[in-house]
């Protein structure tokens, strides 16, 4: 398992919510969140509503998938 996985996992129980949780929110499969989630899919709906779920910004929660352009275009919407 990848570190910032098993991190965010954590982020998420300690605000009550899960891996599966997000899924049933977007009404998507577990195991589709659980590869954004590790890095191997993108998703930009499933990142957003991660980061949501641990207050930040997919940006921030993933930073090796955005750039610094599109970082600085997120902190401005």
Same mark, same amino acid.
């Given at each position: 398992m990848k570190p &910032?996985? /098993?991190r965010l996992k954590m982020e998420l129980r300690l605000r009550g919510k899960s891996i599966a949780s997000v899924a049933r929110e977007l009404d998507v499969l577990r195991s589709t969140v !659980?590869?954004?989630s590790q890095g191997l899919r993108r998703s930009s709906k499933i990142e957003k509503a991660l980061a949501n779920a641990v207050g930040t !910004?997919? &940006?921030e929660l993933f930073p090796d998938r955005y750039s610094a352009e /599109?970082?600085?275009a997120a902190s401005k919407t």
């Open positions: &910032a996985h /098993e !659980t590869l954004v !910004t997919p &940006a /599109e970082d600085s």
